[in-house]
């Protein structure tokens, strides 16, 4: 009985320190988890900051292109306004030379036409062709009224200002005079 009992401890010590050892090795084993899940934490926190870190920059990236574009956004309308700009000059030169008010009007003339060109087939510009036209208040601002005979419909009878669409859309209005049918 007596090496029963003893074979009973041992076999009790032997568990115990088997439950030790398995105590022991889940402990490393949960240590070693959570060095795992603190290195991954480590690991995202900096994948964020290098994130938004390159958000930023491209978010700044973009800011600074955008005012590059709209400063030079009028570039090409410039150039192509340059030509003109030169003729007005070349029309003012001769006109001081010659003092002849004829060929002054002509070169003008010719200057505003490059102009008015260069705009529409470039840029889509037109301009609203407003004189003794009928009254259109989607184009045209009516500055004055003047009663009118021998007209049925309200028609502009004159021009303050002209007016001009950019690709078919009122950029400013024609202001005009309209002439109002007498009533009888």
């Not at 003109?84 to 003339?109: Q, V, W, Y």
């Not at 049925?152 to 007016?163: A, P």
């Not at 078919?168 to 009888?184: H, Y």
Request: with cysteine; hydrophobic share 35%.
């Amino acid at each position: 009985m007596k090496k029963d009992k003893e074979k009973e401890e041992i076999i009790e010590e032997s568990k115990e320190e088997k439950e030790c050892g398995d105590e022991l090795s889940a402990e490393e084993a949960l240590s070693k988890k959570i060095s795992e899940l603190e290195e991954e934490i480590k690991t995202l926190k900096e994948d964020e900051l290098r994130y938004r870190a390159e958000t930023e920059n491209y978010r700044k990236r973009l800011l600074k292109d955008k005012e590059v574009a709209v400063k030079f956004a009028n570039e090409s309308l410039i150039k192509d306004l340059l030509d003109p700009l030169d003729n007005f000059s070349r029309a003012l030169d001769a006109a001081n030379k010659s003092e002849d008010f004829k060929a002054l009007k002509d070169g003008i003339g010719m200057v505003e036409s490059q102009m008015l060109g260069i705009l529409k087939t470039n840029w889509g510009l037109e301009v609203i062709e407003a004189e003794d036209k009928p009254f259109n208040p989607e184009e045209m601002e009516a500055y004055a009224v003047q009663d009118k005979e021998g007209i049925d419909e309200e028609r502009v009878i004159s021009v303050f200002q002209t007016g001009y669409k950019l690709h078919g859309k009122v950029i400013r209005s024609a202001k005009v005079m309209v002439g109002k049918p007498v009533k009888s």
